[in-house]
Each structure stands twice: as structure tokens, then as C-alpha cells.
């Protein structure tokens, strides 16, 4: 997030959004939330305010039930 908001204000090439949702996916929800709020980056967009909460909750319950077996 730090990177992309940096890239933001000189106006250069951006990160790609599907890059960033793709690493949330893999786990880097977490880190991409408390970034977006650190940096103040993509906290208009709602897609990432509720999706990145969203995928953190997914990720916890899916570590749940893996390690419940």
C-alpha cells in the first residue's frame, strides 16, 4: 500500500488492483488492511474496505477448520 500510495503522488505506473487482491488472497489480507489505514490508501474504495475485512475472516475460519482435524 505504502508503495502503490507513493507511486499515486508522482504520478507514475501504479500496482495493479488485481495484484493486490491476489496477494490478500494468499495471505497478505492482514497486512494489506492495517496498510490501507496506516497509509490512508484505498480507503474510498468500498470494494477494499469490506473485502479485505471480508478475506481476513474467510482465512481465519478456513485455519479453523483445518486445524480442528
Not at 15 to 39: D, N, Q, S
Amino acid at each position: 500500500m505504502w508503495l502503490d500510495k507513493q507511486k499515486a503522488r508522482k504520478q507514475k505506473w501504479r500496482i495493479p488492483e488485481k495484484r493486490i487482491w491476489l496477494l490478500a488472497i494468499v495471505g497478505g489480507a492482514c497486512g494489506a488492511t492495517v496498510g490501507m489505514y496506516m497509509f490512508r490508501h484505498k480507503t474510498q474504495h468500498r470494494t477494499f474496505v469490506i473485502g479485505l475485512p471480508m478475506i481476513i475472516i474467510l482465512q481465519i475460519a478456513m485455519l479453523l477448520i483445518v486445524t480442528q482435524r
